[in-house]
């Protein structure tokens, strides 16, 4: 089993773009998250799906959309992309909510000009 | 306010010595606490639930308590292998109704040989 698998794994933008970035899980996970991570702030969460066909907001939601494409693939869409938006983007699913163990895939490095 | 604190920050050690890291909170409603490991460039890699003050959990040179206010994570006799970045997550809440998983900012520990 892959686990949960990101791409791309870096990415530059420019002030602006616009970018998908992809998340899969083989672990038939009911539940799916994106976080970032940035220097001394932990891992935040910023959108997160329950279960297939069901998508929330989390702490940092802004500048973000998502789509919970089938139970496997989760991915997060930048429209117009700021600098602010540097950072290193997580995805994670667990069985079944935030009650269980998170998995994480290996992470997408974004830097934003 | 919800609040996750790790310390030490950073911590160094040689190999074989024992030390301690700790992760204290002030959340409402503590219903679990989960400990990650980090390697650089990589996601984190989940280690243990606790659920309950009193509970341990052990995984070869790594044991986990939890106590009403702080979970430590002992290492014992530490190898190189250890060095990581340690994430402590506090689930807090009711899941659906404001329930919410709050990461600390980890601690960096390296082992030296």
């Known amino acids: 089993n892959a686990g949960v698998t990101q791409t791309p794994k870096f990415q530059v933008l420019k002030t602006g773009q616009s970018m998908t970035l992809q998340c899969a899980q083989d672990?038939?996970?009911?539940?799916m998250y994106w976080y970032r991570q940035d220097p001394g702030m932990g891992l935040r969460l910023i959108y997160y799906?329950?279960?297939?066909?069901?998508?929330d907001k989390g702490e940092v939601p802004n500048g973000y959309n998502v789509s919970r494409l089938n139970k496997r693939e989760f991915s997060l869409r930048l429209e117009s992309a700021a600098p602010s938006q540097t950072s290193v983007y997580f995805c994670?699913?667990?069985?079944?909510?935030?009650?269980?163990?998170?998995?994480f895939g290996p992470g997408t490095r974004l830097t934003v000009t | 306010e919800d609040q996750v604190t790790q310390s030490p920050e950073a911590l160094r050690l040689q190999e074989g010595e024992s030390s301690s890291l700790n992760c204290s909170y002030t959340v409402s409603g503590l219903r679990g606490l989960f400990w990650y490991r980090q390697d650089p460039g990589k996601g984190p890699e989940f280690l243990f639930t606790?659920?309950?003050a009193g509970e341990e959990k052990e995984k070869e040179r790594l044991k986990a308590t939890l106590t009403k206010k702080e979970s430590f994570l002992h290492i014992t006799a530490p190898k190189p292998e250890d060095s990581a970045t340690y994430l402590c997550a506090v689930l807090a809440g009711i899941y659906n109704q404001g329930g919410k998983l709050i990461f600390g900012q980890g601690t960096e520990l390296s082992v030296k040989p």
């Open positions: 672990m038939n996970h009911n539940s």
């Open positions: 994670a699913s667990s069985r079944q909510g935030i009650s269980y163990e998170q998995y």
């Open positions: 799906s329950a279960s297939e066909g069901t998508t």
């Open positions: 606790l659920y309950s």
